[in-house]
């Protein structure tokens, strides 16, 4: 399995900017998929979830209300569509998916614990 994130960039604050990522492989069975980030001297943090058949999403608190996670069931690709963007969001935003945590997903879906592969990550920066 691989995960190719795009769409990152530098963008000034209150831009937007529309992340991908695009899941091939052998993709047998999944429960969902995620954004995490970290910015420079911090820790990965959750983002954004979704499951699999695309009817549930959660979010951070801190993005709530301004991104959005979507997915393309018919091209394995997910997309987080980020609004009114703050110097704050500045960081690498990796893509990520769940291959072996079955149902117990829902449980983990806000943790690193709760995904089998990661993409190499894409850089945003946002200029104040």
């Known amino acids: 399995v691989q995960l190719v994130e795009s769409g990152g960039g530098l963008v000034q604050a209150g831009g937007s900017l529309r992340l991908s990522c695009a899941a091939s492989g052998r993709i047998l069975s999944s429960y969902g998929m995620g954004w995490f980030r970290q910015a420079p001297g911090k820790e990965r943090e959750f983002v954004a979830a979704i499951n699999w058949r695309g009817d549930r999403s959660y979010y951070a608190d801190s993005v709530k209300g301004r991104f959005s996670i979507s997915r393309d069931s018919s091209e394995s690709v997910i997309y987080l569509q980020m609004d009114s963007l703050k110097s704050e969001d500045t960081a690498i935003y990796y893509c990520?998916?769940?291959?072996?945590?079955?149902?117990?997903?829902?449980?983990?879906?806000?943790?690193?614990?709760?995904?089998?592969?990661w993409g190499q990550g894409t850089q945003v920066t946002v200029s104040s």
């Open positions: 990520a998916l769940d291959r072996t945590h079955s149902i117990n997903w829902y449980n983990l879906y806000q943790s690193q614990e709760g995904y089998d592969y």
